[in-house]
Nanobody, 124 residues
Framework: VQLQASGGGLVQPGASLRLSCASS????????MGWFRQAPGKEREFVAA??????HYSASVKARFTISRDSAKTTLYLQMNSLKPEDTAVYYC????????????????????WGQGTLVTVSS
């Protein structure tokens, strides 16, 4: 099972980016898919998740970021608008082969599969 994240880059504050995460191999339909990010010197941080019960966001990105999945449920997207310098991080996509309760979404150890990360830099 592989998760391939792409779409990162260098943008100015206020700009938008869309990240993609393509899954391949094994069972490509996951109960839950999500995004985490890790800034230099900081711990990996939950960003957003998409599961059957709906979507979930961290408070820091809610109303600016939108998570979505394609109809086949094998590709995950993260539309990021109104980007801020504090959004600068390596963004990782993650997937779970089982359902996750809401309280466990923010815990990296709850997730089964990880992509390699894509760097997003927000700077003027």
């Amino acid at each position: 099972v592989q998760l391939q994240a792409s779409g990162g880059g260098l943008v100015q504050p206020g700009a938008s980016l869309r990240l993609s995460c393509a899954s391949s191999g094994g069972s490509a339909t996951y109960y839950v898919m999500g995004w985490f990010r890790q800034a230099p010197g900081k711990e990996r941080e939950f960003v957003a998740a998409s599961r059957r019960g709906g979507t979930h966001y961290s408070a820091s990105v809610k109303a600016r970021f939108t998570i979505s999945r394609d109809s086949a449920k094998t590709t995950l997207y993260l539309q990021m608008n109104s980007l801020k310098p504090e959004d600068t991080a390596v963004y990782y996509c993650a997937a779970s082969a089982s359902s996750l309760i809401v309280s466990s979404l923010a815990t990296p150890e709850s997730w089964h599969y990880w992509g390699q990360g894509t760097l997003v830099t927000v700077s003027s």
